[in-house]
């Protein structure tokens, strides 16, 4: 039987609008998608806003304000994966205010400079230009016309506010870290705008932040939109590509407009707030059909840019998935991250998993056993995280990880076993346990810093944590 009409036209109700009803339906569907969508893919942005809130809240705002967890970071900052094993110095700039600023690093800084959806400006350090001198960094605006001098490492960035994120080194004390150091360090970094007057340049502060409570965390609320409104607004048009303008337009959100959503938008996006965090928690809980996110073929470990770049480009694709999983839990991204630069870079395995495939549980005791001669030229360190958002757990133990500059047992070929459980087993140092909450799962990640050949070639390889209680 020949057909006399299209087949779209046959699939669509004989080619006649749809019920009021069903079409309102479909509108809403489609808007709630649009939100999902804009959510994973804003949440760089917004993990980066919300830290820059929760720093200016408590220490005020300024290219001179550089808070430095002097005495370490520990689980009173709310912040995604906050590392316990260095020292942390992270200041939030605005090129829009202030025009082209100079950044004096210090030497031995492993640090970056990125922009407020956490692309990569320039590694600092060993990896950046300076290769661990220091040196004096210039960041300028988007859409810089003036004069550019010589004489320094320059970058333009495609968003007016810039991330500096700092970290030094501590030294070894008697059985411990010793932060002194690596706080002194840190403090020789000097901010100022490139074309102000010396005497008009305020003198840097450097407020420290350890020890009290502060919440940097994204918005789960509401203000995840309001925010996100306020930064595209704030932001030049080409700092977001056209194709998620529209996404964001079809949601309302549009550069010098209004954003005034009617109820059943406002429930939509409210819908989303709610959905896609589980979305894509639910992503990481059920793995990837490819299984390229694991370091081995034996053993649980996880890379978090799952074998692509820095930036989660795979060969021929935009890793959108394992980019929305990394800022729900984590923050920047930069090449020393994830290159394999032997002896200088940094590695970072994570696990959700116990050595029998089982989520890692906070009500069981566990077991990390680390192989003799760890392949980290500067030092490693261990830590548990919530899985939710990568804070640290809150326990009786405010820094909830070790590291090599603790005296720690070891075997008698120089391997060290790390405990993880809500109490630390009978014979077990302080230094290699670390506590966990009953009845709530968490990661745990290894950090490898100044990683060496014998992780990448992978004679070296971490076990998987073992239940033991």
Do not use: C
Not at 293 to 314: I, K, L, P, S
Request: charged share 20%; proline share 8%; glycine share 8%.
């Amino acid at each position: 039987m020949t057909e006399t009409t299209s087949p779209l036209v046959r699939q669509i109700d004989g080619g006649n609008w749809l019920p009021p009803r069903e079409a309102e339906d479909l509108r809403a569907e489609l808007f709630y998608q649009r939100a999902v969508h804009a959510y994973m893919t804003m949440q760089a942005a917004l993990n980066v806003i919300g830290m820059r809130d929760g720093s200016e809240q408590a220490f005020g705002r300024g290219y001179h304000i550089l808070p430095i967890w002097k005495d370490r970071m520990d689980s009173r900052t709310w912040v995604p994966t906050p590392n316990a094993d260095v020292i942390y110095a992270m200041n939030y700039l605005n090129l829009k205010e202030t025009g082209p600023l100079v950044v004096n690093a210090p030497p031995n800084v492993i640090g970056m400079f990125t922009d407020f959806f956490q692309r990569t400006l320039t590694d600092v350090g060993a990896i950046g230009p300076d290769r661990a001198r220091g040196g004096l960094y210039l960041l300028l605006p988007p859409g810089y016309d003036g004069h550019v001098p010589g004489g320094y490492y320059t970058v333009t960035s495609a968003t007016y506010n810039v991330f500096l994120f700092f970290r030094t080194v501590m030294g070894q004390g008697e059985g411990a870290p010793d932060p002194a150091g690596a706080v002194a360090l840190a403090e020789r970094t000097r901010i100022f705008p490139l074309w102000t007057p010396e005497k008009d340049v305020p003198a840097m502060e450097f407020p420290n932040a350890s020890g009290r409570r502060l919440n940097m965390m994204y918005p789960t609320d509401f203000a995840y939109w309001t925010k996100l409104k306020e930064f595209v607004d704030y932001e030049p048009v080409s700092a977001i590509d056209p194709e998620l303008r529209g996404v964001l337009a079809s949601i309302g959100i549009i550069k010098g407009e209004p954003f005034e959503p009617r109820d059943w938008q406002r429930a939509a996006l409210e819908r989303a707030l709610t959905d896609a965090p589980r979305m894509i928690l639910a992503l990481a809980q059920l793995g990837r059909d490819d299984d390229r996110n694991y370091y081995y073929d034996d053993r649980r470990w996880q890379v978090a840019w799952a074998g692509g770049t820095a930036e989660w480009m795979q060969e021929s694709y935009l890793d959108i998935n394992t980019r929305a999983r990394f800022f729900q839990y984590a923050y920047s991204s930069a090449p020393a991250m994830n290159i394999h630069s032997t002896g200088a870079g940094s590695k970072y395995p994570f696990t959700y998993h116990d050595a029998d495939g089982d989520f890692l549980d906070g009500s069981h005791t566990y077991k990390l056993h680390l192989p003799p001669d760890i392949p980290a030229a500067l030092f490693w360190a261990t830590t548990a995280y919530n899985i939710t958002d990568g804070t640290m757990p809150e326990t009786t133990q405010l820094l909830p990880s070790t590291n090599g500059y603790y005296d720690i047992p070891t075997d008698d070929d120089g391997a060290i076993d790390i405990y993880f459980g809500p109490a630390k087993p009978e014979g077990v140092v302080d230094a290699a346990f670390v506590e966990t909450v009953p009845g709530r799962h968490f990661i745990v990640a290894l950090r490898l810093y100044g990683t060496e050949a014998a992780f990448y070639d992978q004679t070296w390889r971490p076990d998987d944590l073992v239940k033991v209680g």
